[in-house]
């Protein structure tokens, strides 16, 4: 059994930062990839920041430049750096771990693990 717990969440002004940290518990080798989803009300979930077991990054095109995932593996825990943040930011913030969607596509199998999310706000 896999569990993951988020934390970092909050509100915070225009321009602003925060840290989200998603850590992971369980039975983790047989997944390879990590990476963090947002939702925001109204839209369809989509996938930010990802990293795989090469240690290959991808982000969504709109969070370039601005967002950063990191694993801390001694921890158990990937983190998500968020900088400069834009109202667009506004959503509730998942992480996962799985297996197919860190190379890019962001294709979900339907069989991955999820945290119970932690909310951000811009404005």
Not at 61 to 80: C, E, H, M, Q, W
Request: neutral net charge; aromatic residues 12%; hydrophobic residues 35%.
């Amino acid at each position: 059994h896999v569990q993951l717990v988020e934390s970092g969440g909050g509100s915070v002004q225009v321009g602003g930062s925060l840290k989200l940290s998603c850590t992971i518990s369980g039975d983790t080798y047989s997944t390879y990839c990590m990476g963090w989803f947002r939702q925001a009300p109204g839209k369809a979930r989509e996938g930010v920041a990802a990293i795989g077991g090469d240690a290959v990054t991808s982000y969504a095109d709109s969070v370039k430049g601005r967002f950063t995932i990191s694993p801390d593996n001694a921890k158990n825990t990937v983190y998500l750096q968020m900088n400069s943040l834009k109202p667009e930011d506004t959503a509730m913030y998942y992480c996962a771990t799985g297996w197919a969607f860190c190379d890019g596509s962001w294709k979900l199998l339907g069989l991955e693990y999820w945290g119970q999310g932690t909310q951000v706000t811009v404005s």
